[in-house]
């Protein structure tokens, strides 16, 4: 199954809203959260947590007839967005979680890296060869080139393109840190590499 992600950052409050308006802006998409998945789901809860620098992440658990919890994150700015087009956000959001069941006993968030070297082993061990199997099964037989790579703007970034085209914007570059935040919320950041390249594919009238 494939979700459609964004790579848009929630890094902070929507304008100048008062203290008041934003509680109830965040108790609205928590509420839809929880409405839109029980409408696939019986066992359904949720949480908001503040994730730096990208500000309120929402937080669902969901239980399956076993009992065994799942757990999936979503930013602010993203869930506003979909409640918003009316492109079956209750659908779109209970697609994550059926990918998540497929691993059997439960899955709750991962344990962020405590430290340097423990964040440096899930990155070299999980993100990376996560995301380039992903690229490559996406686009196979075309070539793919994808690794590791730093950007004067945001620092170390994963980055992905496509060595065929030689024209204006071939590559799609993404932080670590993103990504990294994308496998603590128990999603697919290869999802963001992907539709990073798909775009650029639009731009040059590939697809």
Known sequence: MNNETTNEEANGKEGAISEE????????????????????????????????????????????EEDHVYSCGFFLRELIARFQSGNDPALWMASFFVDLMETKGGKALPQPAATEDEAKAIIDKILVPQCIKAVNEEFAPEQV?????????????????????????????IPLHLLLTYLQLNRDPGELMIQGLYDIRNEHGME
């Open 21 to 64: 308006q934003w509680a109830e802006l965040l108790k609205a998409v928590h509420h839809n959260g929880l409405v839109s998945l029980k409408m696939h789901f019986n066992d359904v809860e949720g949480q908001v947590l503040n994730f730096e620098p990208y500000g309120p992440v929402f937080v669902f658990h969901v239980k399956d």
């Open 145 to 173: 080139h994808a690794g590791l790579a730093w950007n004067e703007q945001h620092g170390p970034v994963f980055e992905a393109g496509f060595p065929t085209i030689i024209d204006g914007n071939n590559v799609c570059a």
